[in-house]
């Protein structure tokens, strides 16, 4: 099956400064998938170069098997797209931008255009420039969705929505890829990516970190063990087993990061006499935080 | 054929066009209704005679008192093409590097369209924002008609259509300037010396030698420049207006296919 967006090589520099390099990942159909980044990692530089807004320097993009920049129109009538610094025209109500742009993209059916301005409460009777940031990325939402096209490309949709509306969105991309359709999304909210995408790129200074599906990811997360004993003791052993990281030791107990096997700790921490342990579960802020950081790069494989 | 983004381009610009041409139309009235009482004014050509440079600067040459110096003078040589250059340069620079810079143009490009379709409606946009100017100006002067301004219908015509010409040109080459940078300050910086140029070298070659020849290379010359109300708009100056206008479409079309939209 080709996938619905398959990007190789892909590369754009803008003058002396760096866009983004050799980007390579694919995404399939009835998927959501995320971009994580800091800003300026890249994220809506890809996301242009996907929609044909601008030009590779090297490297292809294909979405639906099409060249975005030449087949521009195919893809553009397939493709919903909401920018990730939002601009609308400040004099058009609402309602102006929907009925114009939708027209312009021949969206005869308007009850789903409705309907999203319902579940949203989209303000559509006052001029975008009274409107606050998080009204007017609301039409910015039903823009994007009220053709109902087959690949959503979203940078950073939620910006300005209050957690009840960021529940709504939620259940929109859910239903969305429920058809069969694909999601594109960006953002730098790490809860956000974990409560919504499938798989996800991390991209780190206009490069891809890694690709992986979250689970993958947090196989892969560092997870945070504690033993505390009767006793001060040496945690030397702890920090030179395999996959762990010291993190704290004091007042007998030792506090680790553990990338690798639990099974080795636990034989350490039982001939030592640990009188309890506890553990939290895989702590992907961690590791997202770690790939972000220039100086400490996690090992992590790429995926796909 | 797509329309929407022509009309959208229409509906922001509606205060201005509808401003412009009520202001034009005050303006070009003064001018028509006070000709019967200038028309016996000979000291105003003393003015021209005593100072020709001077008069040329404000693009007169010749005599004030005739009904085309008169119009000359105080529309066509100068007033008529501002306000047309002012909208359609104004228009021209912010219809894509403008909006490109406010990220309104995102919305555009990525409808089902062609960039050159979308670039089409632009340049139809600019056309439509010109006409009512021109067309205002143009009924006003033949109305004059009853203020003793004789004139003959066609001339008249063809230098108002000449001064549309000019703007549509000026705001191609903004519009060209603007998909090429980028930039709204670039397309308006740019085009408007260019027409600043343009203007000195139409209204100065008729008094300073060394300019003389330059004119040619002067739109103003081809639209204004060479006294159309008397001798209506050449198809030779037509031409010129319509194929640097020809070109400047071409090249515009060129730059905006490949863009960077932000």
Partial sequence: MTPVVEVAGLTRHFGAHRGVVDLSFAIGSGEVFGFLGPNGAGKSTTIRLLLGLIRPTSGTARVFGLDPVQDAVAVHRRTGYLAGDLALYPRLTGRQHLERLGHARGVAVRHYRDELVERFGVELDRPVRVLSKGNRQKIGLVLAFMHRPDLLVLDEPTTGLDPLLQEEFGRLVRETVAEGRTVLLSSHELDEVQRLVDRLTILREGHVVVTDTVAGLRRAAPRTVSFRFTDDIDPGPFAALDGARLVAAADGQVTLALSGPVAPALRLAGELGAVDVTARPADLDELFLAYYRAEARPEVGHAR | ?262
């Fill in chain 2, 1 to 262: 054929m797509p329309v929407d983004v022509a009309l959208l381009d229409l509906r922001l610009r509606r205060r201005a066009i509808v401003g412009y041409t009520l202001g034009i139309v005050a303006y070009v009235f003064v001018v028509v209704a006070l000709y019967p009482a200038f028309q016996d004014e000979t000291s105003l050509n003393d003015l021209t005679n005593g100072d020709p440079t001077i008069a040329a600067l404000f693009g007169v040459t010749g005599s004030l008192t005739t009904p085309s110096g008169w119009l000359n003078a105080n529309i066509y040589a100068n007033f008529l093409p501002l306000v047309i250059l002012v909208l359609t340069i104004g228009y021209a620079a912010a219809c894509v590097a403008g909006q490109d810079e406010d990220g309104t143009l995102a919305l555009v490009v990525t409808l089902p369209q062609h960039r050159r379709a979308i670039l089409g409606q632009k340049i139809a946009a600019l056309v439509l924002q010109a006409l009512p100017v021109a067309l205002a100006t143009l009924l006003l002067v033949l109305v004059g008609r009853s203020f003793d301004l004789t004139l003959g219908t066609w001339p008249v015509v063809g230098a108002t259509f000449g001064v549309l010409l000019l703007g549509i040109d000026f705001g191609l080459l903004a519009l060209l300037t603007g998909a090429l940078t980028g930039s709204r300050g670039a397309a308006l910086g740019v085009t408007s010396a260019v027409a600043a140029a343009s203007y000195l070298v139409s209204s100065l070659a008729p008094v300073t030698q060394w300019i003389h020849p330059l004119r040619v290379a002067s739109l103003f010359y081809w639209s204004v420049g060479n006294d159309q109300l008397e001798r209506g708009l050449s198809m030779g100056s037509a031409a010129v207006l319509t194929g640097v206008g020809v070109m400047l479409t071409v090249a515009a079309a060129l730059a905006f296919d490949r863009l960077d939209v932000h």
